[in-house]
């Protein structure tokens, strides 16, 4: 139970709030070991060597090492050393990664995914909208509306769009590594609480409370509750965590929503979230509700965690609490993701930080899944096999699994607003032709597409400020989501939860009126 609460939430009961922090540490660092002069230094292939006294050769029985300097090798002052041929291979190695890196990179650059001409055909579909961050011309696709117009009206005349170049917007994968690596600066100071779920499992909330460790974060009050969804391998990226840090600045109260076991969350029982089973995430959107009774309830989900946004939209429905929501980059096709592959500098750096997670509950785990295979898996889709259908109590199918996993298997009946910011040249998602369902922006009044020639994987980068027009944009959409709301109230003259004086009420579930996106 939280501190301060008198009445436990019926979902879920927050266990305990303790201070937390970021530490960003996606790479081993690799110790250099320096010889102490005068003294002997190992050799790689010969072990220790040991030096002479001055005046005195080599025995004749132990020929010198080819690791020893030339003149310790009976060999004049300033000759060339002998290289072996092993280091001969090891440095065109070296060199061949090198070239084979940026190969890919260099292609990562000039190849446009899929049939050029049928994406110039999609990418002309839509509204158009004119930015000045070397993106081009950005489009969006939606159902005509009345929110749909006013959407338009509210990035036209938003600045969000209209960001500084960045030099390097023809390079996803450059942008794909600088998301993935790059810290935030500052270092943001977080809250954490502890959520029981129903089977005692356990989920975390981090508070973010500022980069300076200023306290509070969780109070009360009309500022809308902005809910972080990381991406399904649970890296809290930095471009995350700028963006919970620039709603902060903008009056949200941005928390961090962390799976099972993942970030440091405990893992008490030996099982873990699907990619697309909702049912935690609702157990913290009713928690929330509980805390924030009077507040707007907002969601935004990056990369893959998209696919456990969007199952919980469609699943819940119209009962699903939230007030609005968006997908930075989401995954829309979760199966035909994974057996499609992905860049391997995109795959490997969360397959390693996964492994590195789980590896701290294998005993646990060893009751329910097989060990070696999961720990010993070379890619995302060995790792989800053998986490959730290779199982000893209840193995499943690799179709079975996706069948109730798949991110839009209910997307019919979502009824929030949803923002999907999407790059044509997004190297993780895939081509456009074959991983954007444009058919369901075009029938559906509540899935917005706001689609980008370039922008790369969750990067969407410009100079200066921020960093990141895509971080504007989605804040740009909650703000003109919440006009929108206050003038249909207005209009319609729907009473409003009073804000502060007299007896807390609970008010009414929040839901979307039809009318809103006719």
């Known amino acids: 139970m939280a501190v301060g609460d008198s009445h436990p939430p019926s979902a879920g009961q927050s266990l305990a709030t303790c201070p937390s922090r970021f530490t960003q540490s996606p790479w081993p660092l690799l110790a250099a070991s320096h010889a102490v002069p005068g003294t002997a230094s ?5 072990g220790p060597t040991a030096r002479p006294a001055p005046g005195q050769g080599f025995p004749s029985t132990a020929p010198p090492s080819l690791c020893e300097p030339a003149e310790h090798r009976g060999l004049p002052a300033g000759a060339p050393a002998m290289v072996s041929p092993e280091g001969l291979v090891a440095a065109a190695a070296v060199l061949a990664g090198l070239g084979l890196l940026a190969w890919r990179l260099w292609a990562g650059r000039l190849e446009v995914p899929g049939d050029s001409g049928k994406e110039e055909e999609e990418e002309e579909e839509g509204i158009p909208f004119i930015t000045e961050d070397g993106s081009g011309r950005c489009r969006l696709l939606c159902k005509p509306s009345a929110l749909a117009q006013h959407l338009v009206r509210s990035l036209g005349r938003s600045a969000a769009l209209r960001g500084g170049r960045w030099p390097w917007s023809r390079w996803p994968r450059l942008q794909m590594l600088r998301q993935l690596l790059q810290p935030p600066e500052p270092e943001p100071a977080v809250a954490r609480e502890l959520l029981q779920l129903p089977d005692a499992g356990l989920v975390a909330l981090d508070w973010l409370v500022g980069p300076w460790g200023a306290a509070g974060g969780c109070g009360g009050g009309p500022s809308p509750v902005l809910l972080l969804i990381p991406n399904a391998a649970g890296k809290v990226t930095g471009e995350l965590l700028r963006l919970g840090l620039r709603a902060l600045e903008r009056g949200f109260v941005p928390v961090i929503f962390n799976r099972r076991g993942h970030n440091g969350c405990p893992l008490t029982t030996p099982r873990l979230q699907p990619f697309g089973d909702p049912g935690d995430l609702r157990e913290a959107v009713t928690y929330l509700r509980y805390r924030h009774p009077a507040a707007p309830l907002l969601a935004v989900s990056e990369g893959s965690g998209s696919g456990l946004l969007l199952a919980y939209l469609g699943e819940s429905g119209s009962s699903s609490r939230l007030a609005a929501a968006a997908c930075i980059s989401p995954v829309f096709r979760g199966r035909d993701w994974f057996e499609a592959g992905m860049p391997l500098l995109y795959e490997w750096p969360l397959l390693l930080h996964l492994k590195r997670g789980l590896s701290r509950y294998v005993g646990s785990l060893t009751e329910a899944v097989d060990a070696d295979r999961l720990l010993g898996s070379r890619s995302l889709r060995e790792l989800e096999e053998a986490l959730f259908c290779r199982t000893k109590s209840r193995p499943t199918s690799w179709e079975a699994y996706w ?60 100079r200066g400020s921020g960093r990141c027009w895509g971080h504007e944009a989605v804040l740009e959409y909650f703000r003109a989501m919440a006009e929108f709301l206050r003038a249909e109230e207005r209009r319609k003259g729907l009473p409003r939860a009073r804000r502060w004086g007299g007896p807390a009420v609970e008010p009414p579930a929040f839901t979307w009126q039809r009318s809103y996106t006719r």
Do not use: K
């Not at 190992?42 to 010969?46: A, D, F, K, M, Q």
């Not at 069948?403 to 999407?422: I, Q, S, W």
């Open 403 to 462: 069948e109730r996993n798949e991110p839009l298997r209910d997307a019919d009946e979502a009824a929030v607003p949803v923002l999907c910011l999407c790059s044509a040249d997004d190297p993780v998602r895939g081509p456009p032709a074959r991983s954007l369902p444009l058919e369901l922006f075009r029938s559906s009044p509540y899935f917005f597409l706001l689609l980008t020639p370039r922008g790369g994987h969750c990067g969407f980068p410009r």
């Open 42 to 46: 190992p050799c790689p292939r010969h």
